[in-house]
């Protein structure tokens, strides 16, 4: 009896959580809560933050990994200071995937899974709460629909910056089904999870010869061309990569440089410079 009590507080508690309104309602919750259209950076940095932080002789130790990982205080403290902190206030480091490299079973994947958990956590909290347009497959953040020449204004009333523009499947959707009426474009809470795509991508290479790109980019719907008529078509394309549904959170891509190991293997050295060159596009933390 007390397990079927249990189910029944389980789905009051997940209805709870699920909101839909309009635009119009949504720039309400804008203006009383602000972090709910922060980057994903600096979600994340809260939610380790959040979490609480311990000095301990002059060395930072961040709660939020305590549970699972040990000894890993100096690693840590780079990964958010020198990595989350800058990025979440726009610094240039956040154009960097961050890159971890160092032994088996040395807890990249752990450290992984501690933000992919917390994030989907904290997404169904009051403070990491987070909304985007209803429908659209990316979760789009609802302020993209506001358009370039009315930002200004909004960051004047608002206090918030708006950065990145409207996807090409909501693009079309505001013309079509709204007639440009944006106030009545429907939003929802999202709450990211890794089961059901939402927020959390995960790329794991499989065997490289039959790997497609479309895995992480999405791809044209040919069924769907017919239809509409042209390949450029929004509505004829699939949004479904990993990269396209982990947008507002987090991807892991697993096993990167070995990957381009085996999708480059005309020789050693073109390897090498594709090596160089991810890290020098990454921010590389040795753990
Ligand atoms: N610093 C640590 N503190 C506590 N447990 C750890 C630590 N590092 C690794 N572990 C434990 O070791 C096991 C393997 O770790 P994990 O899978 O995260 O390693 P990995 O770096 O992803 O390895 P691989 O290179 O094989 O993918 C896990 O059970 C993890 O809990
Ligand atoms: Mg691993």
Redo the contacts with the bound molecule.
Sequence with gaps: MYFLRRLEEYRTAKQRLAWEGSFREYLEIVRKNPHVCRLAHSRLYDLITAAGVEEVNGQKRYCFFNR?????DRTLEKLVEEYFHPAARRLDVRKRILL?M????????????MLKRGLEEYSRTDEGALYGIKGCPMHEEPLHLIPRELRGEFQEEYGIHIEGELCPACRLRLETEFSGGIEEVPVERVLFSEEKRVGIGTFTPSDPKSQDIAELTGSIDFSAITEYGSESDPRAYRFDGELNIANRGMMEF??MLRTIQHSCCRSRLAVSAKHRQVQRNAFTLS?
């Design positions: 699972e990982l040990f000894g890993l971890l160092g032994p088996v079973s040395g807890g990249k994947s752990t450290l992984v899974n697993q096993q753990v």
